[in-house]
């Protein structure tokens, strides 16, 4: 764990603060497939740290401002689409 990091796991904090509706969608195989979300608290599953803002404002039991709770979820990018830019 690198400086000012610590384990999302055993932070000690209530993470049902950034359970958000609306935010995330399950990966669709067809466009028949039904709109679902992803239940529990928005959090990257590649993610292992939190770093000190956030769990100072997790530990107030408050969203963090850049937590992907905020509307900043995007979720994982699958590969055919890893190469497409904004424009």
């Given at each position: 764990?690198?400086?000012?990091?610590?384990?999302?796991?055993?932070?000690?904090?209530?993470?049902?603060?950034?359970?958000a509706d609306n935010i995330t969608?399950?990966?669709?195989l067809s466009s028949k497939?039904?709109?679902q979300?992803?239940?529990?608290?928005?959090i990257d599953e590649a993610c292992e740290n939190?770093?000190?803002t956030c769990l100072e404002s997790l530990?107030?039991?408050?969203?963090?401002?850049h937590a992907l709770a905020s509307s900043l979820w995007l979720g994982?990018?699958?590969?055919?689409l890893k190469g497409l830019t904004f424009a």
């Open positions: 764990m690198g400086k000012g990091q610590w384990g999302i796991e055993n932070c000690g904090c209530d993470l049902s603060v950034l359970t969608r399950k990966e669709w497939d039904p709109i979300e992803i239940s529990g608290p928005v939190i770093c000190y530990k107030k039991e408050k969203v963090p401002k994982p990018v699958p590969d055919e």
